[in-house]
Nanobody
C-alpha cells in the first residue's frame, strides 16, 4: 500500500498562495495511479479538488477551482504538488492527498471521481480575510 505524507499547509491572507506537497512511499513505477487532492472544511463533506493520472498524465479539477489551483508531479521525488493561488477564506480546510492503483492505462477517464484507497494524514490550510 502506498504511504502518503502531506506538507506545506499553513496560514495565509486572502489573495496569497501556498504549495502543498504529497510524498509517496512504497510507490511502484510499474503501476499507474490516480493521485488526488481532497479537502474538508469544518462541518462540510470532503470534496475533490484536483487529480492526476500518472499513466496518461491527465489532470482534472473541481470546476469551482479551475484557474486557481494546479496539480503537478515530480517523479524523481515521488511527490505530487498542489499549487494554490488567489486563495480565499472559503479555501480554509484540511487538505488530503490520496492514491488509487489503476489496472492499466486509461484514456478519456479522469481521476476526480475515482475510489481512493490510500490517504495521507492531511495538512491544514487557513486563509484569513
Amino acid at each position: 500500500e502506498v504511504q502518503l505524507v502531506e506538507s506545506g499547509g499553513g496560514s495565509v491572507q486572502a489573495g496569497g498562495s501556498l504549495r502543498l506537497s504529497c510524498e509517496a512511499s512504497a510507490y511502484s513505477y510499474s503501476i499507474y495511479y490516480c493521485m488526488g487532492w481532497f479537502r474538508q472544511a469544518p462541518g462540510k463533506e470532503r470534496e475533490a479538488v484536483a487529480s492526476i493520472d500518472t499513466g496518461v498524465g491527465r489532470t482534472d479539477y473541481a470546476d469551482s477551482l479551475k484557474g486557481r489551483f494546479t496539480i503537478s508531479r515530480d517523479d524523481a521525488k515521488n511527490t505530487i504538488y498542489l499549487q494554490m493561488n488567489s486563495l480565499k477564506p472559503e479555501d480554509t480546510a484540511i487538505y488530503y492527498c490520496a492514491a488509487a492503483k489503476l489496472a492499466g492505462l486509461r484514456y478519456g477517464v479522469g481521476c476526480l471521481g475515482q475510489d481512493y484507497d490510500s490517504w495521507g494524514q492531511g495538512t491544514q490550510v487557513t486563509v484569513s480575510s
